[in-house]
């Protein structure tokens, strides 16, 4: 227990009691006490002065308290009114897998919560109820960072669900981080799509009044509603609150840590740019249209895959490593066109042989594998490992846990890793489509 | 005035703002402005929902009307923290030790752990749409004559951007200064005389200098006032600029709230009540069809109408003086001012082109009474109403005293209106920041080098430089000792240093813009007179010059107006071309000719040559001709 914890209990001081402290140097402090802040020491106490202000008091400092109010039980509003559905308008699923679409904040303690219910959407983003009926939805509540193929599976048979119950559109709120793998996984995994399905996040938390997610959202909602059929992730476009871009499932990766336009189509252009005053206006015409058809999930994965990064001085021991551990599948992330050190080729040949599927894609992320131009490339390609052409690593390495969880057949596995798909591969690049 | 400031109950806190001269507050971006803009972006500030699932209805209406915000950036002068496209780094350490170091000074003990909140701001000039800001340090006081008045918060936090335009629907602002690191400093409203309040601003003004640490210049010290007296109402008054400036404008502040309360009086005894003051707009274009008034003819030519408000009782207290040269009708019209750019009212007319007849006629329309008033808009007809809905509302308040407002401070020391008072801030804690504990260390090496106050500082450079005492004190209190001690530094002798920065420079301050002065001209033009390219006679006309040219260097101006020295030897080609002219006098009186030649050769030579050089020279020569 920490030190504060231990001193409220000895005092018998709950959060949230209005308090008045006395100092070692004689100075006298009136505030509410607030919850230790979650990674200190616990030395200190935070104390919510009357004018707003958190301060933290150390309480070694302390020679005096005394409780001058009791916390009240928080009345809390519950906000579970379900809203009349409009039948003139599109009716729209909203997902929620753990990221914060909408805030609210406590003033009187500064706690910020997450506001999910429709009746609280409603009153956080009202613009999205003038667009589409909402139903919202929560299916886990996890980071990002802790995403893995079983919940892809998990999200892609309720998306599955909502959209064959006749709901026109599926939205998935989405931590950033790993929001591209998600966005593959379910290109590959919801089979016969015909409505949208858009995946979208905020950069900037959603408790600021500058929060990109409220805008994130609205074009998500416009483009779940639009004559539309795939998997998209909708983001800001550029730093101002413009427009939004819809990017293929497949082709987006998030190229920033912290802007608002993180999210990027590489090798690719976007699908739609998504204006703030609703306008849609699609950037190519080889997207596939609304249809009617029923979705199904093919949601066979195999789990055992790795991504691994080449670099200077790398150790073929890595390699053997998964071999060793019973992987199925390694997605290189080589240099250049598509490259390993030379010393590694061994390994890569033995992983091979013992049926591991071995692809390669770059770490220059532009751009296309090509291994016939260095003799490197060719020895690799000799021991047979896959090019994956211009793939995204990450695509090629959600593809792979896909594809193996249907055969582990190497050369079945080399046929499906170089079929097109979910538009993850594109034929030939086009000169507009790098950094931008 | 003769007021007895006790008996009214006189109120007043200060809150003083100082930029602190270091990196900005949460990224080390240097804090300058700059006045190229390298890019723009565009951005839209959403209200955030309360726990109880409250907005702030005023903010989400603006937001609705779907008001956007443009900053303007620079690629030197801004980053992404400032952009809100990266979250905070650790504040600036330079500037929490400043914050700590004028905590110190003002007798104030730092908190032991800070944590940093947002505050809500949605106008735009936050671009994350909060403040980030913490108390540093608390229970502070000031001792003045009159009393103590005590310092319940030091805070450190940011500078907002400052406002380039306002068009319809868009503010434009720049974000060279977010983020710059302010020291807001309150007091409690426990200041109850004018003087009193200059004294503690003076000493907190002081106390910040001290640290050498803050920068200087319009615009990076913003002191407010809030001020009150018994039955008035606290008014909070922004932007007061000069410390001289602050017993004016609360002797002013005391006397409109006083007046005020005389309306309120008169009012009261006439019977006024507040539901005889209806909304209701008279339409009057008619009577001014032929008008004498531009302003109307040209509003009606527009296509607008002149529409009258009825305000009963008011006759005679709209043009009622409140405060020199401002009425109750300045009032009006500055509530007015969000719609149009001036209001009429039977106070002050017949003037500005409407006459007598005019006024009769809308007196007659409006069926006035005696005591009754009228206030005249003329333009669209929605923006009138809204104009006069305004003013209608001002009448009701003058009904009960003195309105609680935000007040701006005018030049003269008088105020007008500027919003209504902020509600209670929306705090929250800035959780990308993580309480900072102020350590004992940290402490003590604060305290054993805390800086000198003004007053020692005064007592040193008697001592220390042997000037005069009252010389010292203008040096420190113009703020220009730390520039003393540079020049000092350079090798300039202290008594020429003092008397070229107060006695100079003061006196050049009723001819010419001398704030136009930069440190470095004045640094560069005693440089010149230490390589012996200027006298000290061409300081003054240097610095006139410059005043009024500041984008020109020292040298540049010397060179112009001819005051550069000439040297030695093109001197002493002078001197003997003057000796030369008058060689048959010299011969026939000897030294006695001194005189005469020095006065013709100082005339040739004023300003360019070291009269001592010339006289030395001078003597020479006539000393070798005579003997």
């Given at each position: 227990?920490k030190?504060v914890?231990?001193f409220l209990?000895?005092?018998?001081?709950?959060?949230?009691?209005?308090?008045k402290?006395?100092t070692k140097?004689?100075?006298e402090?009136?505030?509410?006490?607030?919850?230790?802040?979650?990674l200190?020491?616990?030395?200190?106490?935070?104390?919510?002065?009357?004018n707003?202000?958190n301060?933290?008091?150390?309480?070694?400092?302390?020679?005096?308290?005394?409780?001058?109010?009791?916390?009240?039980?928080?009345?809390?509003?519950?906000f579970k009114?379900?809203?009349?559905?409009?039948p003139?308008?599109?009716n729209v699923?909203?997902?929620?897998?753990?990221?914060?679409?909408a805030?609210?904040?406590?003033?009187?303690t500064?706690?910020?919560?997450?506001?999910?219910t429709?009746e609280?959407?409603?009153l956080a983003?009202?613009e999205i109820f003038?667009?589409a009926?909402?139903t919202?939805?929560?299916?886990?509540?996890?980071?990002?960072e802790?995403?893995?193929?079983?919940?892809?599976?998990k999200?892609a048979?309720?998306?599955?669900k909502?959209?064959?119950?006749?709901?026109?559109?599926?939205?998935i709120?989405?931590?950033t981080?790993t929001?591209?793998?998600t966005?593959a996984?379910l290109s590959?995994?919801?089979?016969?799509l015909?409505k949208?399905v858009i995946?979208?996040?905020?950069?900037?938390?959603?408790?600021?009044?500058s929060?990109?997610?409220a805008?994130?959202?609205?074009?998500?909602v416009?483009?779940?509603?639009?004559?539309?059929?795939?998997v998209?992730?909708?983001?800001?476009?550029?730093t101002?609150?413009?427009?939004?871009?819809?990017?293929?499932?497949?082709?987006?990766?998030?190229?920033?840590?912290s802007?608002?336009?993180?999210?990027r189509?590489?090798n690719?252009?976007?699908?739609?740019?998504?204006?703030?005053?609703?306008r849609i206006e699609f950037?190519?015409?080889?997207?596939?249209?609304?249809?009617n058809?029923?979705v199904?999930?093919?949601?066979?994965?195999?789990?055992?895959v790795?991504?691994v990064?080449?670099?200077?001085?790398?150790?073929?021991?890595i390699?053997?490593f998964?071999?060793d551990?019973?992987?199925?599948g390694?997605?290189i992330?080589?240099?250049?066109?598509?490259?390993?050190?030379?010393?590694?080729i061994?390994?890569?040949?033995?992983?091979?042989?013992?049926?591991?599927a071995?692809?390669?894609?770059?770490?220059?992320?532009?751009?296309?594998i090509?291994?016939?131009?260095?003799?490197?490339g060719r020895?690799?390609?000799?021991?047979?490992?896959?090019?994956?052409e211009?793939m995204?690593?990450?695509?090629?390495y959600v593809?792979?846990?896909?594809?193996l969880?249907?055969?582990q057949?190497?050369?079945?596995?080399?046929?499906?890793?170089?079929?097109?798909?979910?538009?993850?591969?594109?034929?030939y690049?086009?000169?507009?489509?790098?950094?931008? | 005035?003769?007021?007895?400031?006790?008996?009214?109950?006189?109120k007043?806190?200060?809150?003083?703002?100082?930029?602190?001269d270091?990196k900005?507050?949460?990224?080390?971006?240097?804090?300058e402005?700059?006045e190229e803009?390298?890019?723009?972006?565009?951005r839209?500030l959403?209200?955030?929902?309360?726990?109880?699932g409250e907005?702030?209805?005023?903010?989400?209406?603006?937001?609705?009307?779907g008001?956007?915000?443009v900053?303007?950036?620079?690629?030197k002068?801004?980053?992404?923290?400032?952009?809100d496209?990266?979250?905070?780094?650790?504040?600036?350490?330079?500037?929490?030790?400043v914050?700590?170091?004028?905590?110190?000074?003002?007798?104030?003990?730092?908190?032991?752990?800070?944590?940093?909140?947002?505050?809500i701001?949605?106008?735009?000039s936050?671009?994350?749409?909060?403040q980030?800001?913490a108390?540093?340090?608390?229970?502070?006081?000031v001792d003045?004559?009159?009393?103590?008045?005590?310092?319940?918060?030091i805070?450190?936090?940011?500078?907002a951007a400052?406002?380039?335009?306002r068009?319809d629907?868009?503010?434009?602002?720049?974000?060279?200064?977010?983020?710059?690191p302010?020291v807001e400093?309150?007091?409690t409203p426990?200041?109850?005389?004018?003087?009193?309040?200059?004294?503690?601003?003076?000493?907190?003004?002081?106390a910040?200098?001290?640290?050498?640490?803050v920068?200087?210049?319009?615009?990076?010290?913003?002191?407010?006032?809030n001020?009150s007296?018994k039955g008035?109402?606290r008014?909070?008054?922004?932007?007061v600029?000069?410390l001289?400036?602050?017993p004016?404008?609360?002797?002013?502040?005391?006397l409109?709230?006083?007046?005020?309360?005389?309306?309120?009086?008169?009012?009261?005894?006439?019977?006024?009540?507040?539901?005889?003051?209806?909304?209701?707009?008279?339409?009057?274009?008619?009577?001014?069809?032929?008008t004498q008034s531009?302003i109307?003819?040209?509003?009606i030519?527009?296509?607008?109408?002149?529409?009258?408000?009825?305000?009963?009782?008011?006759?005679?207290?709209i043009?009622?003086?409140?405060?020199?040269?401002?009425?109750?009708?300045?009032?009006?019209?500055?509530?007015?001012?969000?719609?149009?750019?001036?209001?009429?009212?039977?106070?002050?007319?017949?003037?500005?082109?409407?006459?007598q007849?005019?006024?009769?006629?809308?007196?007659?329309?409006?069926g006035?009474?005696?005591?009754?008033a009228?206030?005249l808009?003329?333009?669209?007809?929605?923006?009138a109403k809204?104009?006069?809905?305004?003013?209608?509302?001002?009448?009701?308040?003058?009904?009960?005293g003195?309105?609680?407002?935000?007040r701006?401070?005018?030049?003269?020391?008088?105020?007008?209106y500027?919003?209504?008072l902020?509600?209670?801030?929306?705090?929250?804690?800035?959780?990308d920041?993580?309480?900072?504990?102020?350590?004992?260390e940290?402490?003590e090496e604060?305290?054993?080098?805390?800086?000198?106050?003004?007053q020692?500082?005064?007592?040193r450079y008697?001592k220390?430089?042997?000037?005069?005492?009252?010389?010292?004190?203008?040096?420190?209190?113009?703020e220009?000792d730390?520039l003393?001690?540079?020049?000092?530094?350079?090798?300039?002798?202290?008594?020429?240093?003092a008397?070229?920065?107060?006695?100079?420079?003061?006196?050049?301050?009723k001819?010419?813009?001398?704030?136009?002065?930069?440190?470095?001209?004045?640094?560069?033009?005693?440089k010149?007179?230490?390589?012996?390219?200027i006298?000290?006679?061409?300081?003054e006309?240097?610095?006139?010059?410059l005043?009024l040219?500041?984008?020109?260097?020292a040298?540049q101006?010397?060179?112009?107006?001819?005051?550069?020295?000439?040297s030695?030897?093109e001197?002493?080609?002078?001197?003997?071309?003057?000796i030369?002219?008058?060689?048959?006098v010299?011969?026939?009186?000897?030294?006695?000719?001194?005189?005469?030649?020095?006065?013709?050769?100082?005339?040739?030579?004023?300003g360019?040559?070291?009269?001592?050089?010339?006289?030395?020279l001078v003597?020479?020569k006539?000393?070798?001709?005579?003997?």
């Amino acid at each position: 227990m920490k030190k504060v914890e231990r001193f409220l209990k000895e005092k018998g001081i709950n959060v949230g009691d209005s308090i008045k402290i006395t100092t070692k140097e004689g100075i006298e402090y009136k505030g509410l006490v607030m919850p230790p802040y979650e990674l200190s020491e616990g030395e200190t106490l935070t104390l919510k002065l009357d004018n707003g202000y958190n301060i933290g008091i150390l309480v070694d400092n302390i020679i005096d308290v005394a409780v001058v109010k009791r916390a009240k039980p928080k009345e809390s509003r519950e906000f579970k009114k379900a809203l009349p559905k409009k039948p003139n308008l599109p009716n729209v699923t909203i997902l929620g897998t753990g990221g914060t679409i909408a805030s609210k904040i406590d003033y009187e303690t500064g706690a910020v919560y997450p506001a999910f219910t429709a009746e609280e959407l409603a009153l956080a983003v009202p613009e999205i109820f003038e667009i589409a009926n909402i139903t919202p939805k929560m299916i886990m509540n996890i980071f990002s960072e802790d995403m893995k193929p079983e919940y892809w599976v998990k999200i892609a048979h309720e998306v599955a669900k909502a959209l064959n119950e006749g709901e026109d559109g599926v939205i998935i709120g989405h931590g950033t981080d790993t929001m591209g793998y998600t966005a593959a996984a379910l290109s590959f995994m919801l089979r016969d799509l015909g409505k949208p399905v858009i995946l979208v996040g905020a950069q900037r938390s959603s408790d600021r009044p500058s929060s990109d997610a409220a805008m994130n959202l609205i074009c998500s909602v416009r483009m779940a509603t639009a004559d539309f059929g795939e998997v998209a992730v909708v983001m800001h476009g550029e730093t101002g609150d413009t427009y939004c871009l819809a990017h293929r499932g497949t082709k987006v990766r998030k190229m920033h840590t912290s802007r608002r336009d993180a999210f990027r189509s590489i090798n690719d252009i976007p699908i739609a740019k998504i204006w703030s005053d609703g306008r849609i206006e699609f950037l190519r015409d080889d997207y596939r249209r609304r249809t009617n058809s029923e979705v199904w999930v093919d949601d066979k994965v195999e789990e055992k895959v790795a991504l691994v990064k080449t670099f200077p001085g790398m150790h073929s021991e890595i390699i053997d490593f998964f071999v060793d551990k019973g992987y199925k599948g390694i997605v290189i992330e080589g240099t250049g066109l598509g490259h390993t050190p030379t010393h590694l080729i061994p390994s890569i040949e033995r992983a091979v042989q013992e049926g591991v599927a071995v692809c390669m894609t770059s770490q220059c992320i532009y751009g296309r594998i090509n291994m016939n131009v260095y003799s490197t490339g060719r020895k690799l390609l000799k021991a047979g490992v896959i090019p994956c052409e211009d793939m995204l690593p990450e695509t090629a390495y959600v593809k792979l846990v896909w594809v193996l969880g249907h055969t582990q057949n190497l050369e079945e596995v080399r046929k499906m890793m170089l079929t097109n798909y979910a538009g993850e591969i594109t034929p030939y690049t086009r000169f507009d489509t790098y950094l931008r | 005035m003769g007021l007895n400031y006790k008996e009214l109950g006189l109120k007043v806190g200060l809150e003083i703002h100082r930029q602190l001269d270091t990196k900005k507050l949460f990224s080390p971006v240097p804090s300058e402005l700059h006045e190229e803009v390298d890019f723009t972006f565009q951005r839209r500030l959403r209200p955030t929902m309360s726990e109880l699932g409250e907005i702030d209805q005023a903010a989400l209406e603006e937001f609705k009307k779907g008001k956007t915000y443009v900053y303007e950036g620079n690629y030197k002068f801004s980053d992404l923290v400032y952009m809100d496209e990266e979250p905070p780094h650790m504040p600036d350490e330079e500037a929490l030790r400043v914050a700590l170091q004028i905590a110190y000074l003002l007798n104030a003990t730092p908190v032991d752990e800070v944590h940093f909140m947002r505050k809500i701001v949605i106008d735009g000039s936050n671009v994350s749409g909060f403040q980030r800001t913490a108390i540093i340090a608390m229970n502070g006081k000031v001792d003045t004559p009159w009393g103590s008045v005590g310092i319940p918060t030091i805070c450190l936090e940011e500078d907002a951007a400052r406002i380039i335009e306002r068009e319809d629907g868009k503010v434009i602002y720049r974000i060279d200064r977010l983020g710059i690191p302010l020291v807001e400093i309150a007091t409690t409203p426990d200041i109850h005389h004018p003087e009193q309040a200059k004294v503690v601003a003076k000493y907190i003004g002081d106390a910040l200098r001290a640290t050498r640490k803050v920068k200087r210049g319009l615009g990076t010290i913003r002191q407010d006032l809030n001020v009150s007296i018994k039955g008035g109402a606290r008014i909070e008054i922004k932007g007061v600029q000069e410390l001289d400036m602050i017993p004016i404008i609360i002797e002013r502040e005391v006397l409109r709230q006083l007046n005020l309360l005389k309306i309120r009086d008169e009012l009261k005894k006439r019977g006024a009540n507040e539901e005889e003051l209806k909304e209701e707009f008279y339409d009057v274009t008619d009577i001014f069809e032929n008008t004498q008034s531009k302003i109307i003819a040209r509003a009606i030519k527009k296509g607008g109408k002149v529409l009258a408000l009825k305000l009963p009782k008011f006759r005679g207290l709209i043009g009622y003086e409140i405060q020199p040269g401002r009425r109750l009708g300045t009032e009006m019209a500055d509530r007015a001012k969000k719609y149009v750019k001036g209001i009429f009212h039977i106070d002050e007319l017949p003037n500005y082109g409407i006459t007598q007849e005019e006024v009769n006629a809308v007196i007659e329309r409006l069926g006035l009474g005696e005591q009754d008033a009228f206030v005249l808009v003329a333009a669209e007809e929605e923006i009138a109403k809204k104009a006069l809905g305004e003013v209608l509302q001002r009448a009701k308040e003058a009904l009960y005293g003195v309105p609680e407002e935000t007040r701006r401070a005018l030049p003269d020391g008088n105020t007008q209106y500027m919003r209504p008072l902020p509600g209670k801030a929306r705090m929250y804690p800035e959780t990308d920041i993580p309480p900072i504990l102020v350590t004992e260390e940290m402490k003590e090496e604060i305290l054993a080098n805390l800086p000198e106050l003004p007053q020692a500082k005064v007592e040193r450079y008697v001592k220390e430089f042997k000037i005069d005492k009252s010389l010292a004190k203008t040096l420190v209190d113009d703020e220009r000792d730390e520039l003393f001690e540079e020049l000092i530094e350079m090798g300039v002798k202290p008594s020429l240093a003092a008397s070229i920065l107060v006695v100079v420079l003061k006196g050049l301050k009723k001819e010419v813009p001398i704030e136009n002065i930069t440190d470095g001209h004045i640094k560069e033009a005693f440089k010149l007179y230490l390589d012996n390219k200027i006298a000290k006679e061409a300081f003054e006309e240097i610095f006139k010059e410059l005043a009024l040219h500041p984008e020109k260097s020292a040298f540049q101006v010397a060179e112009e107006k001819g005051l550069t020295l000439l040297s030695p030897e093109e001197v002493e080609k002078i001197i003997d071309e003057i000796i030369q002219q008058n060689i048959d006098v010299i011969k026939a009186t000897g030294m006695r000719a001194m005189g005469m030649i020095m006065g013709r050769a100082m005339a040739k030579l004023r300003g360019k040559a070291d009269g001592k050089l010339v006289s030395q020279l001078v003597r020479k020569k006539i000393q070798e001709l005579s003997s």
